[in-house]
């Protein structure tokens, strides 16, 4: 019986330059995907009255944070949907769809009338623009995560897939940059609570189209190309339900990372607001350094990881996270200065990059070729929706009650689960894809 060819990886096939061209490719359009996925957060402060009437600001802020929530519900959809797609038609053709649907949702998000103008037509089309958005998400992180692994050498899959985060916070810091330029040179407060939170949805639909573009001309992976092909009448779901260990894995270690991930990004720009009584300049400020460092970390880790490998990162993220989420928090609570916030959320961050750096190429390690899109992006989805999702509106829902501190107790309490899961699961390193 002969050997199994091996097959080789674009890194050595075209070189190092050709490798980074399809990570600047690929990361393009999953820069633009998160920038419009952040948008709707960074700007939910100044346009929450537009959609929602009323005087009560916490009120407000539930609302959206609510269909904010209502995009990660429909992610398992977009995942499996995605996913299925990417393992049948290939990875590039699911990149492309992904952010053609992004685009149509922050498009109609940035034409939709206000509530005053059209009733409750508004907050309806609201929701139905971040189902969209939701869908494409739900499929992009699977599409692209499985890409950025299959195209790089094994000794650098780790820093190369790090990427996905560096573009993915690198899209959030865009979304924050250009609320910040609005708010200090463009527009008076009065004008971007009107009218001006619209502009950076029409902004991030016009990038979408850009990134369409340079996806249409990227390069497929050698992996997908020589795939063996599926056995005729099996559904890719139902290839997939037979890894159910990987599957909870997947779920376990995402848990707890993306609510760490989503409470000290998204949800402390509103939290130092509404807890803290931070204004809105400072929490942008702020949360703006933060993300910046943070994302400069991720290839740093990613590159660790090669040499390593990626359980001693998630433990230690497992175990760092559980014990200081609650003081890092607690001290949040009360902070005036926006210096000392800000290193209180870089040092969580330092932590949480144990786990953001690497997590998408540990999941695509976990799976064959010919499922592993949807074996990436549909538990994920499923993790992230349930708890990323969630978190803004679990933290707001108990600060309503009079007890936000078991917000942050929560949140250590997630963490502390998936660690149990990085002490249990294999290490993936050298894992041929």
């Known amino acids: 019986m002969s050997a199994q060819p091996r097959i080789v990886p674009v890194a050595e096939r075209a070189g190092e330059r050709d490798t980074i061209r399809s990570i600047v490719g690929a990361s393009s359009g999953n820069l633009v995907e998160w920038y419009d996925w952040y948008t709707y957060a960074a700007m939910s402060l100044y346009f929450a009255d537009a959609f929602f009437p009323g005087s009560n600001r916490t009120a407000q802020l539930l609302n959206t944070a609510a269909i904010f929530g209502v995009g990660f519900l429909v992610r398992p959809l977009g995942g499996w949907l995605m996913g299925t797609y990417a393992d049948r038609h290939g990875r590039k053709a699911a990149l492309t769809l992904s952010v053609l649907v992004m685009c149509a949702g922050s498009l109609i998000i940035a034409l939709t009338p206000k509530y005053e103008t059209i009733g409750v037509a508004a907050p309806i089309i609201l929701v139905f623009a971040r189902l969209l958005q939701g869908i494409s998400v739900g499929g992009e992180y699977g599409a692209s995560a499985t ?48 009218w001006g939170w619209r502009i950076p949805f029409v902004i991030g639909a016009g990038c979408a189209l850009v990134a369409l573009y340079i996806r249409r001309n990227l390069v497929e992976t050698e992996s997908f190309t ?24 997947v779920v376990g270690l995402t848990m707890g990372g993306t609510l760490a991930f989503y409470t000290f990004t998204t949800y402390t720009q509103k939290f130092l607001v509404n807890t803290a009584g931070m204004s809105k300049e400072h929490s942008t400020l702020v949360l703006t350094a933060a993300l910046f460092a943070f994302m400069c970390l991720q290839p740093v880790f990613g590159a660790l990881s090669d040499r390593i490998g990626r359980r001693p990162l998630l433990i ?7 014990l200081l989420t609650v003081p890092a928090l607690s001290m949040l609570a009360t902070v005036s200065s926006p210096v000392v916030a800000f290193l209180l959320i870089l040092g969580m961050l330092i932590v949480v990059s144990g786990y953001t750096s690497i997590n998408a190429v540990v999941k695509a390690e976990l799976f064959p070729v010919e499922i592993r899109a949807l074996g990436v992006a549909l538990p994920y989805a499923i993790a992230v929706s349930v708890f990323g999702g969630s978190a803004e509106y679990v933290a707001l829902w108990l600060k309503e009650l009079g007890h936000e501190d078991l917000f942050y107790k929560y949140v250590a309490s997630c963490i502390f689960i998936s660690l149990l899961v990085y002490l249990t699961m294999p290490e993936t390193r050298k894992v041929k894809l």
């Not at 897939?161 to 690198?170: A, H, N, R």
């Not at 099996?234 to 037979?242: H, I, Q």
């Open 316 to 322: 230690g993220f497992g175990v760092l996270g559980t």
């Open 147 to 194: 890409y950025l692994s299959e195209i790089a050498a094994e000794n650098r899959r780790g820093f190369y897939s790090s990427f996905q985060y560096v573009t993915l916070i690198m899209g959030q810091l865009l979304a924050l940059g250009t609320l910040m330029l609005l708010q200090f040179v463009l527009l008076t407060p009065e004008q971007l609570e009107d």
């Open 226 to 249: 020589h795939a063996k092909p599926r056995t005729p009448g099996v559904s890719v779901l139902r290839t997939l339900l037979g890894y159910p260990r990987q599957i909870a894995i």
